[in-house]
T-cell receptor
Framework: AQSVTQLDSQVPVFEEAPVELRCNYS??????LFWYVQYPNQGLQLLLK??????LVKGINGFEAEFNKSQTSFPLRKPSVHISDTAEYFC??????????FGSGTKLNVKP | KAGVTQTPRYLIKTRGQQVTLSCSPI?????VSWYQQTPGQGLQFLFE???????NKGNFPGRFSGRQFSNSRSEMNVSTLELGDSALYLC??????????????FGPGTRLLVL
């Protein structure tokens, strides 16, 4: 089975500062990688996904992530955050059998 | 296009009861997946249905079951409720039945409280 580790449960950051949310996964096979965002009292929304090809993936709302196979990591980055980015972010992995494994989530708190 | 809808949004039950949750996917979507979200365990995969067949199942006891109808609507049932079943239950749909490569669209969830 796969596992996903999000080392930071909470990340406080000031508005307009850059941010990186960490994600590591364990897998001995090829995986598909995803980042989702969850706003309060809402479901999850896909930010971006890596299936194959270029390791740098650009998503919605100015977010991007870089797949690093040797370090089995997929960190999420944004060069300048806004108050509206305050939410919980989930990293997820699928091994190609329609089964998803999610990390425990990172709460991003953007302060003015 | 309407999004994924889940009913009811909130539910309170007592231990030992059973509960049925409903999920209506986006029109045209044939794959529906269910997840349990709790503060302690995070998001855990329950099962996935495609064209009325369960294709994948997570590591949950047999008290958790589901089904999918011919119109792709799905229901999830939990029998003999336990306090630990209190959670947000999320459903997600995708179009072609390959959620790995298709985008999964999530509903707002059903928040279940077991007393």
């Amino acid at each position: 089975a796969q596992s996903v580790t999000q080392l930071d449960s909470q990340v406080p950051v000031f508005e307009e500062a850059p941010v990186e949310l960490r994600c590591n996964y364990s897998s001995s096979v090829s995986v598909y990688l995803f980042w989702y965002v969850q706003y309060p009292n809402q479901g999850l929304q896909l930010l971006l996904k890596y299936l194959s090809g270029s390791t740098l993936v650009k998503g919605i709302n100015g977010f991007e992530a870089e797949f690093n196979k040797s370090q089995t990591s997929f960190p999420l980055r944004k060069p300048s955050v806004h108050i509206s980015d305050t939410a919980e972010y989930f990293c997820a992995v699928s091994d190609g059998f329609n089964k998803f494994y999610f990390g425990s989530g990172t709460k991003l708190n953007v302060k003015p | 296009k309407a999004g994924v809808t889940q009913t009811p949004r909130y539910l309170i039950k007592t231990r030992g009861q059973q509960v049925t949750l409903s999920c209506s996917p986006i029109s045209g979507h044939r794959s529906v997946s269910w997840y349990q979200q709790t503060p302690g365990q995070g998001l855990q995969f329950l099962f996935e249905y495609f064209s009325e067949t369960q294709r994948n199942k997570g590591n949950f006891p047999g008290r958790f079951s589901g089904r999918q109808f011919s119109n792709s609507r799905s229901e999830m049932n939990v029998s003999t409720l336990e306090l630990g079943d209190s959670a947000l239950y999320l459903c997600a749909s995708s179009f072609a039945g390959n959620p790995d490569q298709e985008t999964q669209y999530f509903g707002p969830g059903t928040r279940l409280l077991v007393l």
